[in-house]
């Protein structure tokens, strides 16, 4: 199941096309690990843990071809301030597969950090540690952001442990702007 990468359209990189759709898959339905932290095993985790933890995201970090860098994600939402609708950018490394299309094509959903106080750090920075900083991160929040990205681009995949992020419900554009641009 894991090995076996040939039933993709993708001409190098069909197994992170692969390993996006199981984790689609386990996120949808909400044997002895390789490594403890690992994309078969977070699926493992999320789809039969041995104690129900009400985990519903696998967050994960897609790698560029050529670059290796870790890809980071971003867009524009508008928000309000004071009676002004002005436009905020927000990007992370992190995301959550929100659908997965045929053609190795899928929606995902940006996850931003958020620290033990409930806000999200500033912009990150050049690498995935700098969206972590210190030991401040206790979650990762859904945003509604989603962007189109072909999965055929990529060349590594590096699942993060199973969590229940925070609802979009909870996430407030203007606050988040807010904090973003004074760091």
Known sequence: MWDDCKDFDCKDNKCVCKTVRQIAAAQDEVVTPDCDVSCKQSIQNLVSPAVTTGNDTIPFILYCKGTCKPFVGSSVLQATVGQNRVFRCFESPIFRVSKIHKDCCADLELLLPV?????????????????????????????GICIKVDLCDFVGIACLEPVRALPVSDFNVTAAADERKDH
């Open 115 to 143: 620290t033990q106080g409930g806000s999200t750090p500033g912009p990150g920075g050049k690498n995935v540690c700098d969206y972590f900083p210190g030991n401040s991160i206790r979650n990762l929040q859904r945003t």
